[in-house]
C-alpha cells in the first residue's frame, strides 16, 4: 500500500534531490504514516483538519450515534442504550469521555467510517460484537426505521456478514410481543417439538434436539437469497427448540 506521507516524501525528496531523495523522502515518509497510524489519504485529511484518527471503541460510538440520529432525533432510549454499552465495555471515566465525543460526531453524519470498519472486519469477534451493539442501538427506541436497516445492511457487508447474518441479528434483538394469556409451553409440546417419547432416553433427546436445530438454525440459509420471513421464521423455530430442550432437561432433573 502507498501511504499519503510515503508518496509526498518521496515526490519531496525527488524535486530535491532526484531518485536519491526519493528514495530517502519515501523511508521518512512511511516512519511518519507508520507512526500516525495513517491508512489512506482521508486519514490524512482528518489529521489536517485536527481530528485524531478514532481508536475501536470510539468507532463504534460514532456508530451508534450515526443510528441515534439517523430518524432525525436523539431519543431518551438513544441515550440511556449508549450508557449501557459503557457500562457493558466496563469503561473508565476517560475512554466515557471519548465515548461520549464519538456519539456525538456520529451524530453529524460526517464521519467516514468505511476505512475503520475494515481494520475490524479483520477480528470476526469484534466485527460482530460491533454490529449486535447497533442492532441493540436500533431497537432502543423500540422501532426499526428504513435508513437504521440500510446503515447496517452496508456496514455489516463491510464487517464481512452476509446479508442473512445481519437479519439474524436484527431478530435477536427485536423487542418480543407478549405472549398470548395461556401460551406456555408444555412438557407435551416440547417432546412433540423435539420429534421424541416421554420416555426416550436422553442422549436420545439431545441427538434430536441438535439434529433439529442444525437443520432449522438461520445460519443455513445464509446465501440462500432468503426472505426476512424465512430467515424470522428459522430464528423462532429454532429459539422454540432451545426452549423445549431446556424444558426436557429441566423435568428430567438435569
Known sequence: MWWPSTLIGAGAGFAVASIPGAL???????????????????????????RPALRDEELLFVLLGRLAKSDGRVVDGHIQQARQEMTRLDMAEPARLRAIA??????????????????????????EGTLRACWRMVWADGKAGMRERELLL??????????????ALALEYEPRKAAPEGAVLTYAAALRLLGVEADSEIEHVKQAYRRLVSKHHPDKLAGSGASDAQVREATERTRELHQAYALVRKRRGL
Open 24 to 50: 530517502l523522502g519515501a523511508l521518512l515518509g512511511q516512519a511518519m504514516d507508520r507512526r500516525l497510524r495513517l491508512e489512506g489519504w482521508e486519514d490524512l485529511r482528518e489529521r489536517l483538519g485536527g
Open 102 to 127: 464519538a456519539f456525538n460526531r456520529g451524530k453529524s453524519g460526517k464521519v467516514r467510517v468505511g476505512r475503520y470498519l475494515q481494520r475490524i472486519k479483520q477480528q470476526p469477534h469484534a466485527a
Open 154 to 167: 452496508e456496514w455489516g457487508r463491510r464487517l464481512g456478514l452476509s446479508r442473512t447474518q445481519i437479519q
